[in-house]
């Protein structure tokens, strides 16, 4: 906190001098009493450490894989227990001596060992499942244990293991998510769609205090998804707007699109509470969105005609426009930088995806790219403009 207070300290001084509010003299003295450290790692010390530490962990790696065979299996799990026991016990000894960030990387070291343990004990006795249901148990097992002590590394390890688990169900066919993924094309997308609001609304649930950042690390992995996906949804070419319908429905994809919707519900209450109304409005934003998800599934179920899907196709413009355009708000409205960053992200790429749609097949090859470069080029100016206003106005509202 020191470290941060005088870094923090250090670029406003400078803007202090230059407006006229402090003296150069105060200035220095100031800098003076709050110096500046250098980080960890601009030490020479700690770079000999890292590359040391590297080598001896990868010499003990190849003595073990060479010697795998003719290790008891007691052996193996003895050692490995050793090595999660010292991460976490290391983890902890740092942290009260003042390196959270190095405890952090032990814990995270820790939960690695974790997921070793898991495959060696079903390597050892044979044991027969699919490879996702051991990243299930891991990150089940992970995600108490990052609250518990708490650790915002581990926190984000556990969350990357569920969404890895979360491809690894969507990719195979003996999963209810996969079998759904055989049915038609749209299975695969709107599942990521809904992964993308239950990330947003897990996010939204970690409020402003302890655990920010992790809050703004789920939130800004659910928003790259609902953009990607939501954008894609527009693409005029993409194939399964035009194609026959199984007619089908798929439980498991409609019962993540729910748990998306029930989170964004539940993440809302979290939201700030003025002004007035505004968390409601955000909330009902944001719920057009599972909402349209449903609307893909009950068409693919009934077979609905081609015209059909593109008057779907419209409307995810105009509701993509308007959701992005009110997290810009918003943002600036709850000083939530990557509101505003993302939102404006997905407004540059809208208009290149509907420019493309709608003048790509009139345009030569060369011409098109030209015109793209200076549309992107344009854009990407004026975009940048507003989003530098909207976050200092932004920056100018946050408590000191």
């Not at 026991?85 to 990387?105: F, N």
């Not at 709107?190 to 950042?213: I, Q, T």
């Amino acid at each position: 906190m020191a470290d941060r207070f005088a870094t923090r300290l250090a670029a406003e001084v400078h803007g202090w001098v230059r407006d006229g509010l402090v003296s150069p003299e105060q200035a220095a003295r100031l800098l003076a009493r709050h110096p500046v450290e250098a980080g960890w790692l601009s030490r020479p010390t700690a770079i000999f450490a890292l590359v040391g530490g590297a080598l001896v962990a990868a010499g003990l790696a190849l003595v073990v894989s060479h010697n795998w065979e003719h290790i008891h299996r007691w052996a193996k799990l003895g050692g490995l227990v050793t090595a999660l026991l010292a991460a976490y016990l290391g983890g902890l000894r740092l942290r009260e001596r003042g390196y959270p960030r190095l405890g952090d990387g032990l814990f995270v070291l820790g939960g690695g060992c974790f997921l070793v343990g898991i495959g060696l004990i079903g390597q050892i006795y044979n044991l027969s499942g699919r490879p996702a249901d051991a990243v299930a148990l891991w990150w089940v097992l992970l995600l108490p244990a990052a609250y518990a002590l708490p650790s915002l590394a581990l926190g984000a390890l556990a969350y990357t293991g569920s969404v890895i688990w979360f491809f690894m169900m969507l990719d195979d066919r003996g999963t209810a998510l996969g079998r759904a993924a055989g049915m038609v094309p749209l299975f695969w997308t709107v599942p990521l769609a809904s992964l993308g609001l239950v990330l947003f609304g897990l996010g939204m649930l970690h409020g402003d205090r302890a655990y920010r950042r992790l809050r703004q690390a789920l939130e800004q992995a659910g928003l790259v998804l609902l953009f990607i996906t939501f954008v894609w949804f527009g693409i005029e070419r993409v194939s399964w707007f035009r194609v026959d319908t199984c007619r089908c429905a798929s439980v498991a994809v409609a019962g993540w699109t729910i748990l998306g919707a029930v989170l964004l519900v539940l993440g809302a209450t979290r939201l700030p509470a003025s002004p007035p109304g505004a968390r409601r409005s955000c909330l009902a934003m944001l719920l057009l969105l599972p909402l349209y998800l449903g609307g893909l599934q009950i068409l693919v179920a009934t077979g609905a005609r081609p015209f059909v899907w593109d008057a779907l196709r419209y409307a995810s413009w105009a509701l993509m426009f308007g959701v992005a355009l009110g997290l810009v708000l918003f943002g600036a409205r709850w000083n939530r930088i990557s509101w505003i960053n993302w939102g404006m992200l997905s407004l540059l790429a809208q208009a290149v995806a509907r420019y493309l749609d709608l003048f790509g097949t009139m345009l030569q090859t060369s011409v098109l790219f030209f015109s793209a470069g200076i549309l992107v080029l344009g854009l990407g100016w004026a975009l940048e403009r507003m989003r530098r206003r909207v976050t200092a106005d932004a920056r100018r509202r946050e408590p000191a």
